[in-house]
């Protein structure tokens, strides 16, 4: 396991090999998150047993997020899930295996779930990442892996002690950069971002991967 993970709850590590050219498509199709209403978002969902090499994909889930650490109710959110050429391509294995390799989780009796997201911008919209806040995602952990970034201003993904005091980190992370939080430990959040001057619609193209049960008491 990762030494900065384990000490500070948080630790930033370079690029599994991906083929971006090869991945980049998956994002372009995409279907839109109905559930952001700013229609900003698209996305898909899927969880997978089994090893980085060989992914099991396991039978289709609601993605549940539980009310205990936000305040808010507990949200069931139905996504398509990840097309068959995403999760058997190599690169795809690549970042599940940095996850296991950082985290030390064991796919064989934890699932990693795995959110294909495109979040844009531009014509006069924000891109929001975060439009919850500073918030945890009641896993143990989570990683999140940048595939692209096209012509965004803005958009600093940042780890925070609590929900009132200042980031401890805060990054543009680039295309390749995995930021891994320990979701029990601290708490995260991202900047809205905007479009370059003279871009239309922007985007950011990232992989969310969470595992494990949170085991806070509060
Ligand atoms: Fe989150």
Known sequence: MNNELKEQGYAVVDAPEIDRQALAESFDRLPTDVY????????????????????????????????????????????????????????FQNILGCFVRVTDVNMANTPIEVHQIRIRAGGGFDGNASPEGVHRDGCHYLGVFVVDRDGVEGGE???????????????????????????????????????????????????????????RKE
Do not use: C
């Open 157 to 215: 993904t940042s780890v925070h002690l609590n929900k009132t005091d200042g980031p401890i980190y805060s990054e543009i992370l680039p295309p390749g950069h995995f930021l891994f939080i320990d979701d029990e430990k601290v708490m995260h959040h991202a900047l809205p971002m905007t479009a370059k001057t003279g871009k239309k619609v922007v985007y950011w193209d990232i992989f969310v991967l969470t595992a494990g049960e949170h085991r």
């Open 36 to 91: 952001l209403r700013s229609g900003t978002r698209s996305r898909r969902f899927s969880w997978f047993a089994g090893t980085p090499q060989s992914p099991v994909k396991l039978p289709h889930k609601l993605f549940y997020q539980t009310a205990k650490y936000e305040g808010r109710p507990d949200i069931h959110r139905e996504f398509d899930e990840i097309d068959a050429s995403v999760y058997n391509h190599p690169s």
